[in-house]
């Protein structure tokens, strides 16, 4: 008798998924045999539930390895994955910068994911939103329209609203956005110029971009203009003002990168942990965007957090050391 002819008993909402295996079956696996039972959920999915003591066997917790054959009374109790979880309010520490009924802008700290994923379901700025502004869940993603990585930190708008939403996505398409960033970089960066280098993944490292080998690449442009160059100890770093015309994935890391001048604290891209850096030293410095119903300019900035500008305290500036934006 085949796996989808086996039997299962209706115990109600609740109450575990219990399937008899037929007297014919062929012995396999619990894993194996539950991916045959349960087609619609991953084995990875599966085995979770396993190793976390949510399938037993004839009354006992099962292992993955397990064998079960014929007669083998199989329950199962399946859990939501954690993306089903992840899009619940979260009071997640953040500053309001400003806000109107159409739109909220915040100063996102360094170490805060912007939106759930792999890794990070919960405790990000998509959950705090929810808690602040619980509106925010009839609008998709909760309103956010751009992100910034987890280790930078800076200003970012988030819509109330879906048609702000789509009026702000539009402005971004339309470059119109103005984002600037400062950041900090290894080696005697000087002058000013433009990267202007299509971005997409790592051919041979998927949690990297790159723009040397990028896997469908879309264009990519940053503006950039040095304001400094200083050392600490033998190290040299540059302080450099950036600004964005798209708005890619690791754009400005992979840019700088590029430059063969990784940001100070970038590990991924070759920057080093030095000068008291514990993480990249990137901080969006101000933004810039029309309002989604007036269409009045709206402009903001917010000065590095407290960790960047140790770092810049510490480096002895060759000029306009007096400012630190």
């Not at 009354?59 to 329950?75: C, D, H, Q, S, W």
């Not at 002058?191 to 690449?217: F, K, Q, W, Y």
Request: glycine share 10%; charged share 25%.
């Amino acid at each position: 008798m085949p796996y989808t002819d086996i039997a299962t008993e209706d115990t109600g909402l609740d109450a575990p998924e219990v399937y008899r295996l037929p007297p014919d079956v062929l012995p396999d696996r619990l894993d194996k045999a539950l991916a045959r039972l349960m087609p619609s959920h991953s084995r990875s999915r599966l085995q979770s539930w396993i190793e976390d003591g949510h399938v037993e066997v004839d009354g006992a917790v099962g292992k993955i390895r397990t064998r079960v054959g014929p007669g083998a009374l199989i329950r199962v109790w399946p859990q939501q994955a954690p993306e089903d979880l992840a899009f619940v309010p979260e009071d997640v520490a953040f500053r309001i910068v400003a806000d109107s009924p159409d739109w909220i802008v915040v100063d996102k700290p360094a170490g805060l994911v912007t939106h759930p994923g792999a890794g990070n379901w919960h405790g990000t700025l998509l959950n705090g939103l929810l808690f602040r502004y619980p509106e925010l869940a009839r609008v998709a993603r909760a309103g956010i329209v751009h992100r910034l990585d987890k280790e930078t930190s800076g200003l970012l708008v988030v819509a109330r609203t879906t048609v702000a939403q789509t009026n702000l996505v539009r402005q971004l398409q339309a470059r119109s956005v103005k984002r600037e960033y400062c950041a900090l970089v290894h080696g005697a960066l000087t002058g000013r110029g433009t990267v202007d280098a299509p971005i997409g993944r790592d051919a041979r490292v998927p949690v990297r971009m790159s723009a040397d080998r990028p896997v469908a690449p879309k264009p990519a442009v940053t503006h950039y203009e040095s304001t400094g160059v200083g050392r600490c100890g033998g190290l040299v770093v540059s302080r450099v003002l950036c600004r964005l015309e798209t708005g890619r994935t690791h754009q400005i890391r992979v840019h700088m990168a590029r430059l063969r001048h990784p940001l100070l604290g970038d590990t991924l891209y070759g920057g080093r942990l030095e000068a008291g850096a514990g993480r990249q030293m990137l901080h969006a410095r101000a933004l810039g965007f029309d309002d989604p119903v007036s269409g009045r300019p709206c402009a903001f900035t917010a000065d590095p957090p407290g960790d960047f500008l140790r770092v810049l305290d510490g480096i002895l500036w060759g000029h306009d050391d007096d400012d630190h934006s």
